[in-house]
């Protein structure tokens, strides 16, 4: 390939033209496919890629000198060692819940920690800043989770407004402190917790959401003013 486009530029130079405009530009767009085609082949071998010329592309020529292999060593995969190294470790949850409320769901996991209550990577007291009566409805579960001083508490939760992740939060913080992987005090029998919890309704998922609109009414069930004439 590189023979025949030296001798192609050789022409050119002499003064020799080819024989139309078309001809020459599909001459052109055929030695670039085989030249991609030819690069690509060479490159999954492991070998330099074929440079076009050394005149039109000096920068590839500086590519190709560099050696793709150092020492016996693919640097792919050196990257690829790398990066794994560099991600961090994820952490195991001691135990898990979901909770929802509309279109709100929450999850909640605990981690070793020192006694944390996180929502969404912020605390519980800045995450309901602009809603402190939501916060005050969840503040005997915050409590309850507080209490546990050697545990993290982290809640992930999206969709909704204000009051629909409050609900799907205290759901899932009720489910994880009865649940049995979780790490309860003593102090805190879990049975007659959760005779707590199924007293206040705080383990049942409430189901009502918003109604769907219906054509021919405003609403779901609003109508437009009868007339009769």
């Known amino acids: 390939l590189n023979s025949a486009h030296t001798a192609i530029n050789r022409e050119a130079g002499a003064g020799v033209a080819l024989s139309s405009p078309t001809m020459r530009t599909s001459i052109t ?10 690069s690509f082949i060479l490159i999954a071998e492991g070998r330099p890629a074929i440079m076009r010329s050394r005149v039109s592309m000096p920068a590839m020529q500086k590519m190709n000198s560099v050696p793709s292999r150092v020492a016996g060593v693919d640097p792919r995969s050196v990257s690829v060692k790398s990066a794994a190294v560099e991600a961090p470790a994820r952490r195991e949850p001691l135990a898990t819940s979901k909770g929802g409320r509309k279109t709100a769901h929450a999850k909640a996991a605990v981690f070793p920690g020192s006694g944390k209550v996180v929502i969404n990577e912020k605390d519980a007291e800045v995450y309901f800043k602009n809603n402190i009566q939501a916060y005050m409805e969840l503040y005997q579960l915050m409590y309850l989770i507080g209490l546990h001083g050697d545990h993290d508490v982290h809640f992930r939760v999206a969709g909704g407004g204000f009051n629909g992740q409050k609900d799907a939060i205290k759901l899932a ?13 003593s102090s805190l029998p879990r049975d007659q917790l959760k005779a707590f919890f199924r007293e206040k309704g705080w383990l049942t998922r409430d189901a009502r959401r918003k109604e769907r609109k219906k054509y021919g009414l405003k609403k779901a069930r609003k109508a437009p003013q009868f007339s009769k004439r």
């Open 29 to 38: 767009s055929t030695l670039g496919f085989l030249y991609t085609l030819g």
């Open 173 to 185: 913080a009720a489910r994880l402190l009865i649940d049995e992987e979780f790490p309860l005090q």
